[in-house]
């Protein structure tokens, strides 16, 4: 038995739900898969699936298998792709999707540096706060950033993380309640990023102890610099990213709070369709990305993975 052809066979059968389906999508009999499948099970000596004449269904041996089943015929499938392009040259149009604050401020000068060493690229970068279907508006890579991992059929890859920093301006906090605790946060302003997976509900941590607070937003807004803005105009308190507020937090323009309480942290993902066959001008965006991202002028505030 083929080892290889059979975790293909196996793949294939769960993707697609049934043996006719996935002898079709392979251009092979289904009796062959089937008996693929069965070798595979005997040789494991475990059961991978369970079979009705309506429906197929995973054992839990089954999904830990198909999982690892996955991670090997990618990792092939990449190390193919790598050396059928090694002594090619990355070329052709690159779409890309970024958030509108951290593209206009740290990624566009690091696609210029892209730019200048790969000439053969054509690069259309479309910047935007919303969340595109990079498939349905036939984009080739996303940048996304997110307290949480991306939930998305797509491969992500984490290229860097920032803190979330809680602040204000001086004048906004003089003469105000004073904060020594997550709780008192409600008895201010608050200015709100109408995007963050847990808006209105601040998460702090000190240690072991967590304390979610529910803010009622006075402002919203869908983008980092505008409620940066909102927050130097003595509007509120803020929660954002270090390199949205680490400058002004340096220059003494805002004023972190309850900096002995963690806000978390957010994560700059790389979003792309798929490792099977990767153009080489994807592999190569990502990788200046991530090598680039840990000499940024917000790394202070960042932890490269």
Known sequence: MDKLEAMRALVAVVDQGSFVAAASQLEQGKTRLSRLVADLEMQLGVRLMQRTTRRLSLTEEGQRYVARCREVLQAIAEAEAEAASHSLEPRGLLRMSAPLSFGARYLAPLWAEFAAIHPDIQLDIDLSDRKIDLIEDGFDLAIRIS???????????????????????????????PLQHPQDITQHSV???????????????????????RVDSRLLANNGDVCRQFALAHLGLVRQPGFIVGEDIAAGRLVEVLPQWSAGEVAIYALYPSRKHLPLKVRTMVDFLHTRLDAAAWSETAQVV
Do not use: F, H, K, T
Request: hydrophobic share 35%; charged share 20%; aromatic share 10%.
């Open 191 to 213: 200015i709100d990023y109408s995007y963050a997976s847990q808006r209105q509900l601040w998460a702090l941590q000190n240690g072991e102890d967590v304390y979610s607070v």
């Open 147 to 177: 307290s949480e991992q991306p939930d998305s059929q797509l491969i992500v890859r984490q290229l860097c993380s920032a803190r979330l920093m809680v602040c204000a301006s001086p004048d906004y906090l003089a003469g105000r309640p």
